[in-house]
């Protein structure tokens, strides 16, 4: 089964206004839209940096008891947390290099062989 969804557990978690803490979420995997709607932003149009916050806002599903997530929460995680998301968004949002079957000419065996195409010609 395809999977589109991932649970995570922050490093700090989230403090909301009234002190409880959020640490378990879910965020799922992102869409053209995703990265593309938000860069029509005027906030990201001002602030770059700012595309990370709502891309995080809109593909975090899940975040503890709270009802949403939207950017004044983003804005409001701790660094380690923010990093966290970051890399959990890359890893799960990245393509898969394909790989082939081939022979290996020196033993003869069978082996599996990575194509990157985006590193061909490098």
């Given at each position: 089964?395809?999977q589109?969804?991932f649970?995570?557990?922050?490093?700090?978690g989230y403090?909301?206004?009234?002190?409880?803490?959020?640490?378990?979420?879910?965020?799922?995997l992102?869409?053209?839209?995703?990265?593309?709607?938000p860069?029509?932003?005027p906030?990201?149009?001002q602030?770059?940096?700012?595309l990370?916050i709502?891309?995080?806002?809109?593909?975090?599903?899940?975040?503890?008891?709270?009802?949403a997530?939207d950017?004044?929460?983003?804005?409001?995680?701790?660094?380690?947390?923010?990093?966290?998301?970051?890399?959990?968004?890359q890893?799960?949002?990245?393509m898969e290099?394909?790989?082939?079957?081939?022979?290996?000419?020196?033993c003869?065996?069978?082996?599996?062989?990575?194509?990157?195409?985006?590193?061909a010609?490098?």
């Amino acid at each position: 089964m395809f999977q589109t969804e991932f649970a995570f557990t922050l490093p700090k978690g989230y403090v909301d206004r009234d002190g409880n803490l959020h640490k378990e979420g879910t965020m799922r995997l992102a869409n053209a839209a995703d990265e593309i709607l938000p860069l029509k932003d005027p906030r990201v149009q001002q602030n770059p940096g700012y595309l990370t916050i709502i891309i995080l806002a809109r593909v975090i599903t899940k975040l503890g008891t709270l009802p949403a997530v939207d950017t004044r929460i983003v804005e409001g995680l701790f660094t380690p947390d923010l990093a966290y998301l970051q890399d959990l968004y890359q890893r799960i949002n990245a393509m898969e290099i394909p790989v082939y079957k081939g022979i290996c000419p020196h033993c003869g065996k069978e082996i599996d062989i990575p194509v990157n195409f985006t590193e061909a010609g490098v």
